[in-house]
């Protein structure tokens, strides 16, 4: 008996096999098949507090609202809606860049007094964060209030 290479049929067989290994590893039938998202660069902070965006509704566009935070205590936004959003602090001092539907933005530092933000995409959601103490941020002036 002697040894024979293999044919052309058992070349397809194989490469056929190997590519149904890769397709199934790579989410075709299964875990993380969902469209993927873009979380803004360095994503949430696990110690800071965060606050979700629900969509368009103007005061009613984040949850909580108001938000609470500590002196100095880092916010980010969490975008559960299906479109990018953009949060500003009211005074300028702080942007969050776009988040995509699903991404966390970048925390920012709330100053000690609480501040009032918007979304620079949608001018029409509002929101603000009260200082620890429960007292509400500084009174909000301009287009966004």
């Known amino acids: 008996m002697?040894?024979?290479e293999p044919g052309v049929a058992d070349y397809v067989r194989r490469a056929a096999l190997a590519a149904a290994f890769v397709v199934a590893g790579c989410g075709g039938g299964g875990y993380g098949g969902g469209t993927p998202t873009t979380p803004t660069p360095g994503g949430g902070n696990t110690g800071a507090t965060t606050i979700n965006i629900v969509g368009d509704r103007g005061g009613q566009s984040f949850?909580?609202?108001?938000?609470?935070s500590g002196q100095d205590q880092m916010v980010n936004w969490r975008n559960g809606d299906?479109?990018?959003h953009r949060i500003v602090l009211n005074d300028g001092t702080a942007d969050t860049g776009n988040i995509s539907p699903g991404a966390t933005s970048t925390a920012i530092r709330m100053?000690?007094?609480?501040?009032n933000y918007h979304c620079t995409l949608h001018p029409g959601m509002i929101g603000s964060i009260r200082a620890a103490s429960g007292d509400?941020?500084?009174?909000?002036?301009?287009?966004?209030?």
């Open 82 to 84: 299906g479109v990018v």
């Open 111 to 115: 100053p000690a007094a609480g501040a």
């Open 136 to 145: 509400p941020p500084p009174p909000c002036t301009g287009q966004y209030c």
């Open 63 to 68: 949850t909580p609202n108001p938000g609470t």
């Open 2 to 4: 002697r040894n024979e």
